[in-house]
């Protein structure tokens, strides 16, 4: 049987869906010229719009300013110490059908999905090398499963790579997608984590059986599932991700597609009924040897390998589970590479320039990049503050000064991203 | 893309901890004396400076209780440069320049160290690896699109920290995801100098050189043969490696090193034994 998912909530648009086509030629309504509108919903770009001149008619105030923007969004993130899943069993579920070869993404849906997908594999592994990763394709009705739970990011990329895997045809469908991830997902120890991410462009699904059944033994098995959408809210996504704890996200370009999709990377907070425990890891030795040898997972010739200290079969990278005796083989930084989500860095705290006292520092911290001054005339900037949105009008630049709130010490906006972003230390607080 | 069209930047972080130098400076059978490997290596940044007109540099000296960039010299320095008649007139600028403010913050820093009653016997190596990081962030971001090969030089006597240990895997892994090499040159002799256990892994992660040098008179030897040659021309030298390198864990409970580990699946703390009570996060733990 196949049912039709209930019509798209329409966004706060000025249009239908079925007029877009038809005022393309028109153009005299122009709009989403910031690139803040749905990308379906816009037609024209007109980027010089948002640039306006300031009272001696540079640009430079509005360049830097819009800069500054584009970098806070991604700023304020969660640092609250909360107990996370750090081991995760996470399917990815892309959807291939007709509707990914639409043209609202540039260049397509189909190759931004698959671009970023590809990004947020390797992030995914960098920053959760504990967890495992498969991935799952819905077309013609039908859901195949590309890559097995692994933890080898190439396996996933070279598996998206393929010229047959990147085509788009047919309808999807979401419930056969999502049974064949729960399925995958049934033999996952408890203590890891168990999700689902859709990437989803259709407006419809074509399924052999009543979804909320699936939805049903979905929430039995403590699933998350999460999607993103590539067109407009569809109600039974929604249903699903807020019933099983998940998030439910509707892309409006680009750039906001890549920021909801990293979204997910990093380890959910737990979930109360999932069940602790001791898990068995190996730790194994490098070793050279003198002649190549055959390592036991993929069976190709190594020199260099580690030694599995339960079978002492010789694989070739870990972390991985041991072939032969299934032990997980881990090595100590890689336990370090995970600690970050544990103690995360407190967020930075923005000094507006009432705040600027001529006793602070004059540079950086941390980078020695020198903070700049106060503007000449404070009247016709508005000085900047947390939730201050420009929604296209030049904007005043704010201090450009950021505090620790633990160790006081003041940085730029660069070292403050870098530093939660990348580093995942306080240069000012480990220097105590 | 060929070593030619990136800039090469160069970072060197020196643990200047004056209980470890000291005690290293007591060695019976060869003295580490710090004027003399502090000379060594001004000539060994000249030689950095000298292979490439835009060759970058700085210099961050790890102290006990902070970590200070001696070069470049800080903004809120507010006495006056040296005019250029004090200049000697037989020196490339830049050289001096260099020279001149390692040697006189420095200076600073040691006479306005605390008595040696307060000195702590710690260094601050992660500190001065994150400034590292976040210096080398501001200089890539500066000349962006052009590449930027980074690379740390630290010089080490001191012993490892514990308690810096979650902070400086940071360090190494951030290193690692843009590509900065992380090279040791760790002082060592019979009685000062224990082996390090963070420094190994992170030359092993980052692709980085660790060398142990027993004699500090040849410094200057080790320095422009081994650390010189950029990462290019460093893969067709014979450099020697550290074979190998221990990625076992130590377990939380008795602090024994171990093959096959329990690892809580909460808190990722590695203990011998199974128990039913994690002892770091007080995870109970459910069925097996």
Redesign the interface.
Known sequence: MSHTLKPPKRKSSAKGIGAIDIDDDEGHDLMGASGQGYSWEEEYKRSWDILQEDEQGSLQGVVASIQQQLKRRRLHRDTATVQRGIIRHLYLVIDLSRAMAELDLKPSRIECTMRLAEEFIGEYFDQNPLSQLGIIITRDGLAEQLTELTGNPTDHTSALQKRSNREPKGEPSLQNALELARTSLAHVPSHGSREILVLYASLTTCDPDNILDTLESLKRECIRVSMVGLSAEVQVCRTICRETKGTYNVVLNEMHYKDILFENIPPPVATAQRTASLIQMGFPTTRTYEEPTLCACHHKLIRKGYVCPRCSSTVCEIPTDCPVCSLTLVSSPLLARSYHHLFPVENYKEIGWAGVLSTMPKHCFSCLVPFHGPPQSMSHRRLSTAGNTGGGTAIGIGSGRFECPKCKEQFCLECDAYVHDVLHNCPGCVNR | MTSEESINLLAVVIDTNPIAWATAAQDSRCPLDFGRVLEQLLIFINAHLALRFDNELVVIASHT???L?LY?P???DTDQPPDASSKPANTYKQFFDVNQAVIKTLKDLITESKSPEDVDDKS?L??SL??A???I??IR?ANDPTPLQSRILILSVSPDLPS????T??????AQ??GTRIDVCRFRGKHYGEESVFLP?ACH?TGGLYMEIPEAENLLQYLLYAFLPDPYMRSVLCLPEK???????ACFCHKTV???????????S??CS??KQ?PT?Q??????
């Open positions: 209780n902070q970590s960039f470049p800080q903004l809120s601050m992660a500190g994150s400034l990081q976040t210096y962030n501001r971001r810096q240990y979650v902070a895997m940071n360090c190494i892994f951030a995801r843009v892994q992660l074979d190998q390198v221990d990625f076992r864990a171990v093959d096959v580990g329990y690892v809580c699946s909460v808190c990722l590695i203990f199974v128990s994690c996060c995870t109970q733990f459910g069925g097996q």
